[in-house]
Nanobody, 117 residues
């Protein structure tokens, strides 16, 4: 079993910053990609950013230039630094971790990010 623990969500004013953290534990032999998704009320879940073992990253257009994803493989942790937050960034953010050869595909419980004016 793989467990994910997310932290770092909260309430922030527009223009502010937050850092999300997600740590994986349990029956982990190797992790392929780690990423962050978000879901706003009434909308579908969407990719925010993801990072592979080799360090390749992919960002949603809305996140480019403002968000930075990074990972610490020694700690099985993925971070999402979010700067210049906007009202439209308000959503529940979910961590996703995929094992090599798709050995597992795990979602976190979600952490609320609320950006106020």
């Amino acid at each position: 079993q793989v467990q994910l623990v997310e932290s770092g969500g909260g309430l922030v004013q527009a223009g502010g910053s937050l850092r999300l953290s997600c740590q994986a534990s349990g029956s982990i032999f190797s992790i392929d990609r780690m990423g962050w998704y978000r879901q706003a009320p009434g909308k579908q879940r969407e990719l925010v950013a993801r990072i592979t073992t080799g360090g390749s990253t992919r960002y949603a257009d809305s996140a480019k230039g403002r968000f930075t994803i990074s990972r610490d493989d020694a700690k099985n942790t993925v971070l999402l630094q979010m700067n210049s937050l906007k009202l439209e960034d308000t959503a529940v953010y979910y961590c996703n971790v995929i094992g090599n050869n798709w050995s597992f595909d795990k979602w976190g419980q979600g952490t609320q990010v609320t950006v106020s004016s």
